[in-house]
């Protein structure tokens, strides 16, 4: 059998079981492309971004019946800087939103973005989720133009991983850590930090992912994924 600290989760079963927890209601995913996490997450209010939907027409039918909370799912077809410059304000009220996918673009700055423009928005008690922090190989944390290169053909996390490093670094207003689970996924909470980094931006533009390869566990503030259960008290 498999130990508790080993277990390993999905995002959709860890964003479903806080939303059930602790009876969230907003749910902002940043990145939507087939709706494979957003389509079957049950919230009372969805909302979706992404400047390039894939979902089917039959598919998004078909999960209209498996999951009547997609009745009232809000999609948004732009990218999360025009979201967020044009669209939230009007649509999100400050301190609503409980939970936050962040998983479009996979580059820091991007990643970095869309975390701060989120935290605008979440509530004190709820959670941001990354994807993409833990690439597993030099594959993984290549850059969009190596994968493009390569024609999509593998999963790629590019460099979100520094995000992470910023976050803990240059912010003291949030705490940050991995989930060693699903590709990584990292957990940003408005608490104060339990251990920061110190890091400068020009420091982490200049890293590699051997860099990162050699000191994962403690750059990461890396935790077995039953870990968010007990951080959020569920
Ligand atoms: C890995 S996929 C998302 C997967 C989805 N969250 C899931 O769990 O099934 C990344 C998506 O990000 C989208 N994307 C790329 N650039 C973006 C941007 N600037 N803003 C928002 N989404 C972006 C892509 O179109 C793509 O559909």
Known sequence: MQAASQMKLTRGQIIQQLIDSKAFR???????FKGKNFLPIRAERKIGVDPAFRIKLSRRLGWLFRNATNLK????EQ???????????????????DVCLVDGMHEYEYA?????????????????????????????????????AGNFAWDWNGDVWKAIL?????????????????????????????QQLNFTKEQIQALTYDDLAANR?????????????????I
């Open 26 to 32: 907003t749910y902002l995913e940043i990145g939507v």
């Open 73 to 76: 799912a809000e999609y948004f």
């Open 79 to 97: 990218t999360s800087d025009s979201f967020f410059q044009n669209v939230a304000p009007g649509l999100i009220q400050k301190s609503s939103l």
């Open 112 to 148: 970095l973005r869309d975390v701060e423009h989120a935290l605008e928005y979440l509530q004190q008690d709820g959670v941001i989720i990354m994807h993409d922090c833990n690439p597993a190989s030099a594959q993984a944390g290549c850059t969009f133009e190596q994968w493009k």
């Open 166 to 194: 910023h976050l803990r670094s240059l912010r003291n207003d949030i705490d940050v850590f991995v989930l060693d689970t699903d590709m990584g996924l990292g957990v940003v909470a408005k608490r104060p930090p339990q």
């Open 217 to 233: 566990a403690s750059w990461l503030n890396l935790k077995p994924a039953p870990y968010i259960f007990s951080y959020f008290g």
